[in-house]
Nanobody, 117 residues
Framework: QVQLVESGGGLVQAGGSLRLSCAAS????????MGWFRQAPGKEREFVAR????????DYADSVKGRFTISRDNAKSTVYLQMNSLKPEDTAVYYC??????????WGQGTQVTVSS
């Protein structure tokens, strides 16, 4: 059974930083592309960042480029999202997702990030 467990969310002031972690179990982590998504109240879930399997290529939503960094530690089966220069509009529930094939098949339960102005 695949499990993705996020941690590291919380309340932070605008301009601050947080580091999210997502620990994976039950899947071949090194062969999975991992992503972060977020959903703000009243809005649809949106892509934030992803890091591919094998080569670790990254890409980001335009809204977070230059502020967020995704990384992975295959030895720990963990993916991270370092979030700097946080803005109130970054407030959302952040979800970790894993794709062993093409689509994101596996999702975590989410962690709340709240940025106060």
């Amino acid at each position: 059974q695949v499990q993705l467990v996020e941690s590291g969310g919380g309340l932070v002031q605008a301009g601050g930083s947080l580091r999210l972690s997502c620990a994976a179990s039950g899947l071949t982590f090194s062969r999975s592309t991992m992503g972060w998504f977020r959903q703000a109240p009243g809005k649809e879930r949106e892509f934030v960042a992803r890091i591919t399997r094998f080569y670790g290529t990254t890409d980001y939503a335009d809204s977070v480029k230059g502020r967020f960094t995704i990384s992975r530690d295959n030895a720990k089966s963990t993916v991270y999202l370092q979030m700097n220069s946080l803005k109130p509009e970054d407030t959302a529930v952040y979800y970790c997702a894993g794709a062993a094939g093409g689509d994101y098949e596996y999702w975590g339960q989410g962690t709340q990030v709240t940025v106060s102005s």
